[in-house]
């Protein structure tokens, strides 16, 4: 093989022995199923299939047609939604179209600040800027890691915004979605709720569902809780769905990513078979994990409201470095984890900021229950708490050897294996 060439799939391979025998805790990755990976790799991945099913602008996809009709009909009926879009390719992009279908250049919007656990691209310097929107922040009560409803109300009544988005990145606990309704409607504004983290455990009935809570949006990334490819979707009401289909193509989106589309369709039917039990140990591993970590000494926040009500677990690890240190220092005993910015940060020291986020869904996706969740407190501890680092590393990699498959699938042996022929 030529080396230059040899040298990335030597990367690839060692990129999946990392993941092999590490546990993969950043709370928006997942693994998909044997089924979906091998679609992954179809023709399809090369095609352009630009408008809508049946209405295409080239010839050639029949076939794409059938196969991006199942997905909408799949989603339709996991989320109970009007109406579905699976084209955009991220959830950013899916969070740029929703602007673009439901505001104008320069209108106002309430959305999370980042340091709140909202998404930077609720932000005035990413995608809401994109739209040139106006943004303020929800209020917001960092001890009970939530949106202030009551405040919320006023403020929506007092500045009459165009949109209302719901939905972060640092997410604990469900959004006020319903006490938003009749404020919206009184100044005539529209809900969008962002659920790229937890669309598996919506998917699951798990979570908040806020398309009944009353939003007329919901944005969300397939491979984060849900464990389908990377892409988005975008579920709406039907009176704005011509809006948010032009908002994606020709809007934001020319050609959308087919072996994505088909790689959802199968995850959204297995979704629709295991989605209920999947969601909801997902939640319960976090739940234990929380508690256990709790018990062990650690700051776990918000110990009053029972830790997370998701697939989250947050840390203030200030006693023990900075979250960017424990983040690294986890990575040494193959525990990949990332540092996040916590309310009372100064965001001035972003780099350094005193929080870690852990997220179960990917280790509920291998199988694991709760007394798996009690070992990894454990290593967890001894990390951050005793710096033990080499130990544990050795330990994770032993502990990790059982657990190779994706679970909730029809199909998920080997799931870390990568075969270069
Ligand atoms: C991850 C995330 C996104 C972005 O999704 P991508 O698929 O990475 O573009 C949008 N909103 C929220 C709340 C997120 O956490």
């Not at 408008?51 to 996991?78: F, M, N, P, W």
């Not at 947050?314 to 220092?329: P, R, W």
Request: glycine share 6%; with cysteine; aromatic share 8%.
């Amino acid at each position: 093989m030529k080396q230059e060439i040899e040298e990335i799939i030597n990367a690839v391979k060692a990129h999946h022995d990392l993941f092999k025998y590490s546990l993969p805790m950043i709370a928006s990755e997942n693994i998909t199923s044997g089924t979906v990976r091998t679609l992954l790799s179809s023709d399809l991945s090369h095609r352009y299939a630009e408008g809508t099913v049946g209405h295409r602008y080239y010839q050639g996809c029949d076939h794409i047609d059938v196969i991006e009709g199942k997905a909408i009909s799949y989603a339709k009926k996991l989320f109970d939604a009007e109406h579905v879009n699976v084209q955009p390719i991220s959830g950013v992009n899916a969070n740029i179209a929703a602007f673009f279908a439901l505001t104008e250049p320069y209108e106002l919007i309430i959305a999370l600040s980042v340091p709140h656990g909202g998404h930077i691209s609720h932000a005035r310097y990413s995608a809401a800027g994109i739209r040139k929107l106006h943004v303020e922040n929800h209020p917001f009560n960092s001890k009970e890691m939530s949106i202030d409803a009551d405040k919320m109300v006023r403020m929506i009544r007092k500045i009459e915004p165009k949109l209302i988005v719901f939905g972060a990145s640092l997410f604990l606990f469900p959004h006020p979605v319903s006490e938003a309704r009749e404020a919206a409607d009184e100044v005539g504004a529209k809900i969008v709720y962002d659920a790229a983290h937890v669309l598996g455990l919506i998917a699951g009935k798990q979570f908040q569902d806020p398309l009944k809570e009353g939003a007329d949006v919901m944005t969300g990334s397939t491979h984060k809780t849900f464990p389908g490819p990377q892409g988005a979707i975008i579920l709406c009401k039907s009176d704005i769905a011509h809006k948010i289909d032009h908002a994606v193509f020709p809007g934001t989106v020319s050609n959308h990513h087919l072996h994505h589309v088909a790689g959802l369709a199968v995850s959204l039917v297995e979704m629709i078979e295991f989605g209920k039990d999947y969601a909801k140990q997902t939640v319960s591993n976090a739940k234990e994990l929380a508690s256990m970590l709790y018990e062990l000494g650690l700051n776990v926040i918000c110990e009053e409201k029972g830790f997370t009500e998701s697939h989250q677990v947050v840390l203030d690890v200030s006693e023990h470095g900075s979250g960017s240190n424990v983040a690294k220092e986890l990575e040494q005993a193959n525990i990949i984890a990332n540092k996040n910015l916590l309310p009372w940060d100064d965001v001035d020291y972003s780099d350094y900021p005193s929080g870690i986020r852990l997220g179960t869904q990917e280790l509920t996706r291998i199988g694991m229950r709760k007394s798996e969740m009690v070992e990894i407190a454990d290593l967890i501890k001894r990390v951050i708490v005793d710096k033990d680092m080499d130990r544990v590393k050795t330990e994770v990699i032993s502990f990790r050897k059982e657990y190779q498959d994706a679970h909730y699938c029809f199909d998920g042996t080997k799931a870390y294996e990568f075969n270069y022929r």
